[in-house]
């Protein structure tokens, strides 16, 4: 039997009492199936819409003379409240159906943070719902809040997200999940409090609950923890943790690979007759071609890697925060070409012209494999195969996307936009596969299918280019940015 947290997502639970209350129905039968396999399951769960819902109406009502002030701690402890009797409820409702005994409990929990934590001098976490630029420098020049725009969605309310140390009512947790109750715990990510000479304290923040949920796991003995943004959610959003092991299992070879091209430089093979080589390669009429067809052939090929940065904003709509989307996919680009030039030249310092031609693709194995055997070549492909399956979820993500954003612009048929329950969507995945597939199956009759595709596609993306170029210009200057 395996001990499992559940962290599922703020985000997912609805926009009201009655939407919170249905959505959690889909996600209990889930839960509920954990258990019955022979699973012992702890739950823990999000709060940022909920408990900026309940602080701001609590700030109203207080302005209003209708009631007393809610400090933001309380806030969050009404919310754990609040979402742990839905899922109570739904909880113990799905047990009753299955003929299943079982009791389950809410511990509004407290976790200990730092004071000196860097996150309270720096807000990121959105809570609340979502304004208007407008609406939030009214709402912030009112009540001091701080505002950030949210993924491109409007703007909402941060607070600080600092990092829990410590959980308060461990002891009690630990003592119904040995009672065999169904514990829901570390709700909203646990009110944060802080230690000081008087006793416990709480502080106006938001922890991040997948953090939260992973101090529960270890605290607990968890076997596993499954961190959800809504069990009923996950589709593209909760994708995201598998695409980071393609990443690890890509960018680890190849450092791996650029420090052993490091190591076995040797200046005297990478410069022979450098000045010679360059005299050749602008000549027309040699194996490499003339200057412009290898200035194109390159910048096709760059341009089509680089297309890979663009799901980056593709997807930057779906991302916590629209500034880091944006920072990130600049890094992203940086240090991309940065690997790229690296990876291209350091193999002329340990390979002669005439090796590097022979090499058969994957190239960075075959090159490794000639500077130190074929463990070097085993470890490029382990990466390459882990990662090309891991990027079948990329290659699946960023059209269908793509597709998605154009249909709720209304510039494409709206059954390409229609959502299912899991915020997925179905149709344009559907319709993505079916391309990919007749792609794949048209690689097996010609071996010119693929260049044909990235020849294509890199030709056509310098239009679009053109266009939000233009189009930027025309708005800088509209809006005199």
Known sequence: MSKVVVALGGNALGKSPAEQLELVKNTASSLIGLISTGNEVVISHGNGPQVGQINLGMSYAAEHGQSAAFPFPECGAMSQGYIGYHLQQSLQNELRKRGMTKDVATIVTQIVVDPADTAFQNPTKPIGAFYTREEAD????????????????????????????????????????????????GGGGGVPVVETEEGLKGVPAVIDKDRSSALLADNVGADKLIILTFLVNNGVESASFVNTIGTFCKVVPLIMFVIICIISFKGGMFTADFWGRVANNLSKGTTTGGLWPQMKGTLMTLIWVFIGVEGASVMGSRAKSLNEAQQATMLGFVLLLVFYMIISILPYGSLTRAQLASAAQPALGNDLKMIVGDWG????????????????????????????????????????????????????????????????????????????CYTLASSAILFLYLFVGLYQMKFSREHKE
Not at 145 to 166: L, M
Not at 400 to 409: F, K, N, P, R, S
């Open 138 to 185: 009214s709402i912030a020049e009112d009540k001091g809040y701080i505002f950030k725009e949210d993924a491109g969605r409007g703007w909402r309310q941060v607070v600080p997200s600092p990092t829990p140390k410590r959980i308060v009512e461990l002891n009690s947790i630990k003592t119904l999940i040995e009672a065999n109750e169904l514990v829901i715990a």
């Open 377 to 452: 070549m085993m470890i490029i492909n382990i990466g390459l195969i882990i990662s090309t399956i891991v990027s079948w979820l990329s290659w699946t993500m960023l059209p269908a996307e793509t597709m998605l954003l154009i249909a709720e612009d209304g510039a494409a048929p709206k059954f390409w936009g229609k959502l299912n329950s899991k915020k997925a969507p179905t149709n344009a995945l559907f319709t993505t596969a079916i391309l990919q597939t007749i792609f794949l199956f048209s690689l097996l009759f010609t071996d010119k299918a693929y260049e044909f």
